[in-house]
């Protein structure tokens, strides 16, 4: 629908206002003339009610007179007089009887005819009129009137007709005004045509025509001046652009036969021929396969002038006359060649790159590095266009380099050496001696890219030409590229063969590693099986050397390893294989014994060896080496149960004292097993409260007979396991020590120390020290002190109560750090002692500086005495040495009287043992204690 309507509307200006104007008239006409209609509607209908009303009361009157009387005639008379003239159609009288007098209007042929539809409403709008006639108050009859609705709807009908013809008569005339006065003024705007003047304006324009012709006529003012001014600006520019033309193009101008009638500087320039000796020639003879055409001509041509050969991009242009015939050509060339040579320097770089990719394929392949050489001479002499390559490897130590692969040399100088020192000269020796090799030693030209392969030079990459040439950068970065594939092509082979190293041999000592000792176990058990011989593996653990690494550091662990393994090395036979297993685990394969006891010389060389002290950042350090042995085929059948039946034989080793070898026996098995419960059930007896303390007391050597009083307790810990009771401490604190449960549970040991010496504090007035022994574990820790002190302050006891007890094996790990340690304690009021003094290497030097209170004689020593001279001698020398530094002496293993009396005799200070006391609950001590205070009492 909306479309119709952009369809039937006008064209031009003058329709569509006069179309707005005519609906407009329309709109506002229909809308008046509806409201007048209704006005006249309703008033005339209101009024033919008023009239028929007032005439009803005037006949009423007349009829009651007549009605009074009887006279109906009268009656009859005076209705039929009432229907003249009236907008009745009949009138009626009823009387009280019932008899009716009615007369009916004479029917009006005249009448303009109405709708029916107005015929009803009017009918609807009006109501009969009924009069009731009486007299002297008695009621005659009733007087009924009935309108004329046709009457009345023609009546209303004829004025709407004319009303309506007036109406469309005066809106016709003034249509026709309008149209013809909007026709006269929009006729000024057919002036706003372009003008080379300005347009005129009539006087009857209006005000808005007025103003649009005259901004017609400044904008086209401006225009003109505008485009003059382009116009000469286009002109300026075309010579301009001929000009330039002139300066960046070789042109020329051609006949119609194709000789060159005129030429501009550039062409003479390009040429280096004079203007006369171009024109008149022909075109042709410039280059390309142009022949005179009527349509433009482009292509590339090879222009030959005095500077040489030039590549041209031409295009010929016909100029053709008025009678459309070629009147002469325009040729315009563009010098291309540096275009053309950056195009085959792309496709000569894009060839190189390919020939690189090809390479770097074949590195990433992992074949031979051979056929890797081989291609990558043949792709250098293809990349740069010669017929020789070669590359060279570097012996940097002999000073020499060695052909790998070439392209184009003789067979026989594979793998032949010559002279090439490092430096610059080793370029040029190089080249001399290759180019001697090839036949052009005084002429030729050569580049090389040095193969770099983890900083170091591995070789070169070469190649040589027989001319004189100049090689330039892109060629010499192509030949880099090969090189760099080589250099990580070797560089990945050494990584594989590194790897496939470190999968067999430890990169720490050089040794075989636990999978490749797995491997030689394995040859050396089917060597043994098909001789019929044995074949035996040695489990080595170092001892304590896992103080060493937590207290000096990694970097001395890995020293001491390394010189174990080359010590183990140096007491094996020449077929016997030694490895690392890991950490400080070592072991050796022993693949042909005779016997099981051939292997006992091996592995006592072996402990003597590595009981010997280590130097490590100039000091001194004492391991020693527990060696557990087994056999094939008694002790397993297989490598796997073979090297498990060695490493519980080392375990055995170890609960012996360390420091010795053992062999594999079957009861070793229940040991291990009970080593792993008793290691898994440790790590619950902390928090299940299963440790306990007992205390041995130590007394003093009085100068007469017997003994003196208590003069303090040792602090010893005790272990009562749920369902196997008190566990034998040798059984539990080795593990304790292996497994780092030391820590907390000897800090435990210190709190449950300083809980007990609260207790007796709180009962006797006077209380005895006690002594903790600390582990080499303890001892590494760089927090013991600050523990300690914390300790001791929340147990609110006397700092000199307590008393540590350390070997001097221990102390002399690493001496500096002990000092420090104990230097820490001794400042916060502590005690320290040396226990089992003599059994280890302690320096005097680092003796004298360290702070202590006493020196503990190890029971070696006491045990023999007093019949052996030479512990008898050792003993007082000790209890001299001590004295001599103010410290005290106290004996350990005492047991007998005759210990007790020379002890005395040599002047030692305090005696401990079964003899004055065996480790007791710390009831007992209290016992003790009482007693002895009841006695002094």
């Known amino acids: 629908m909306l479309r119709l309507a952009w369809r039937l509307l006008p064209r031009s200006l003058a329709g569509r206002v006069f179309i707005l104007f005519a609906l407009s008239m329309l709109v506002f006409g229909g809308v008046g003339m509806g409201m007048f209609y209704r006005h006249q509607y309703l008033q005339h209908i209101e009024e033919t009610q008023d009239a028929a009303n007032t005439l009803v009361e005037v006949a009423a009157q007349a009829v009651e007179d007549s009605a009074l009387i009887g006279d109906y005639d009268t009656v009859k008379r005076t209705l039929a007089t009432m229907m003249l003239q009236s907008p009745f159609a009949s009138a009626a009288f009823i009387d009280m009887n019932g008899g009716v007098i009615r007369v009916e209007a004479r029917r009006d042929a005249s009448l303009y005819p109405a709708p029916a539809w107005l015929v009803a409403h009017v009918g609807g709008e009006l109501y009969d009129v009924n009069r009731v006639v009486a007299a002297g108050g008695k009621d005659y009859g009733v007087l009924r009137l009935h309108f004329d609705e046709r009457r009345l709807a023609s009546q209303l009908w004829l004025l709407l007709v004319q009303s309506a013809c007036l109406a469309a008569v005066v809106l016709a005339i003034s249509l026709a005004?309008?149209?013809?006065?909007?026709?006269?003024?929009?006729?000024?705007?057919?002036?706003?045509?372009?003008?080379?003047?300005?347009?005129?304006?009539?006087p009857d324009a209006p005000l808005e025509i007025r103003e649009a012709i005259k901004a017609m006529n400044r904008s086209a003012a401006s225009m003109r001046d505008e485009y003059g001014q382009r116009i000469a600006s286009l002109m300026n520019s075309l010579v301009q652009h001929k000009s330039a033309l002139d300066q960046a193009a070789i042109v020329s101008e051609v006949d119609r036969e194709g000789f060159v009638t005129a030429v501009n500087d550039e062409f003479v320039r390009q040429s280096g021929y004079p203007r006369e000796q171009l024109v008149g020639r022909a075109l042709a003879l410039a280059g390309g396969g142009w022949s005179p055409a009527t349509t433009v001509w482009r292509g590339e041509v090879a222009f030959r002038g005095e500077g040489g050969e030039r590549q041209w991009y031409r295009t010929i242009v016909p100029i053709f006359d008025a009678a459309k015939n070629v009147d002469k050509y325009i040729c315009i060339d563009f010098d291309i060649s540096e275009r053309k040579?950056?195009?085959s320097a792309i496709v000569r770089n894009a060839m190189r790159q390919g020939l690189i990719a090809r390479l770097g394929r074949k590195a990433l392949e992992a074949g031979p590095l051979v056929e890797l050489f081989e291609m990558a001479a043949r792709l250098a002499c293809d990349g740069l266009g010669v017929r020789h390559a070669a590359l060279f490897a570097f012996d940097l130590e002999a000073g020499s380099a060695c052909l790998q692969a070439s392209r184009g040399f003789p067979a026989n100088t594979r793998a032949l050496p010559f002279p090439c020192p490092a430096g610059s000269a080793a370029g040029e020796t190089l080249t001399r001696w290759t180019t001697g090799l090839l036949g052009f030693e005084d002429a030729g030209s050569s580049i090389d890219a040095v193969v770099v392969c983890a900083g170091r030079p591995f070789g070169a990459l070469a190649v040589y030409a027989?001319?004189?040439?100049?090689f330039q950068e892109d060629e010499d970065a192509f030949l880099n590229g090969l090189g760099n594939i080589l250099a990580?092509?070797?560089?990945?082979?050494?990584?594989?063969?590194?790897?496939t190293y470190l999968a067999q041999f430890d990169a720490l000592t050089g040794l075989p590693n636990r999978h490749r000792l797995g491997?030689?176990?394995?040859?050396?058990?089917?060597?043994?099986?098909?001789?019929?011989?044995?074949?035996?593996v040695m489990f080595i653990d170092l001892d304590r050397f896992k103080s060493v690494n937590d207290m000096l550091g990694h970097s001395v662990g890995d020293e001491l390893l390394a010189q174990a393994g080359r010590r183990l090395q140096d007491c094996v036979r020449t077929l016997d294989v030694v490895a690392r297993l890991g950490g400080d685990e070592f072991a050796v394969v022993l693949p042909q014994l005779g016997t099981s006891s051939e292997a006992e010389p091996i592995a006592r060389r072996i402990v003597e060896a590595l009981a010997q002290p280590f130097l490590l950042q100039g000091q001194q350090l004492y391991v020693s080496a527990s060696v557990g042995i087994a056999a094939y085929p008694d002790d397993g059948m297989d490598a796997a149960t073979l090297l498990k039946s060695a490493d519980t034989a080392m375990y055995g080793a170890k609960q012996n004292g360390r420091n010795n070898y053992q062999f594999y026996l079957a009861e070793m098995n229940a040991n291990a097993a009970l080593r792993l419960q008793t290691e898994h059930q440790l790590h619950l007896a902390l928090e299940r409260g299963e440790f306990e303390l007992h205390y041995q007391p130590k007394v003093k050597l009085a100068t007469g007979a017997?003994?003196?009083?208590?003069?303090?307790?040792?602090?010893?810990?005790?272990?009562?396991?749920?369902?196997?009771?008190l566990v034998a401490p040798f059984e539990f604190i080795s593990i304790l020590e292996e497994t780092g449960l030391i820590l907390p549970v000897g800090e435990w040991v210190i709190a449950e120390v300083c809980r007990q010496l609260g207790a007796w504090s709180s009962a006797w007035a006077s209380v005895p020290p006690v002594a903790i022994n600390l582990s080499a574990r303890q001892l590494g820790h760089a927090g013991l002190p600050d523990t300690v002190r914390a300790i001791v302050e929340a147990a609110g006891v006397d700092p000199s109560l307590l008393e540590f007890e350390l070997t001097e094996s221990m102390l002399m790990l690493d001496p500096e750090a002990a000092v420090r340690i104990l230097t820490d304690l001794k400042r916060q009021g502590m005690r320290l002692s040396v226990d089992d003094f003599g059994t280890g290497y302690s320096s005097l030097a680092y003796l004298k500086r360290f702070p202590l209170d006493a020196l503990k004689i190890d029971r070696t020593f006491v045990r023999d005495l007093p019949g052996d001279s030479d512990d008898a001698a050792i003993t007082k020398a000790v209890i001299s040495l001590a004295h001599s530094l103010n410290l005290k002496v106290v004996a350990e293993g005492v047991e007998t009287i005759a210990h007790l009396d020379a002890l005395r005799a040599f002047g030692c200070d305090e005696i401990q043992g079964y003899y004055v006391g065996r480790p007791v609950p710390a009831a007992q001590c209290a016992a003790l204690m009482a007693e002895e205070s009841m006695a002094v009492a």
């Open 341 to 343: 040579e950056f195009e």
């Open 706 to 725: 017997g003994m003196g009083k208590i003069s303090g307790f040792e602090a010893l810990l005790r272990w009562r396991h749920p369902e196997r009771g």
């Open 177 to 202: 005004v309008a149209r013809a006065l909007l026709a006269r003024w929009l006729r000024n705007l057919d002036n706003l045509r372009f003008h080379d003047a300005a347009a005129p304006i009539r």
């Open 466 to 470: 027989p001319e004189a040439r100049t």
């Open 519 to 536: 491997l030689c176990l394995e040859e050396a058990i089917a060597g043994a099986a098909e001789s019929r011989r044995r074949a035996g």
């Open 488 to 499: 990580t092509a070797v560089e990945r082979e050494d990584a594989r063969n590194r790897l």
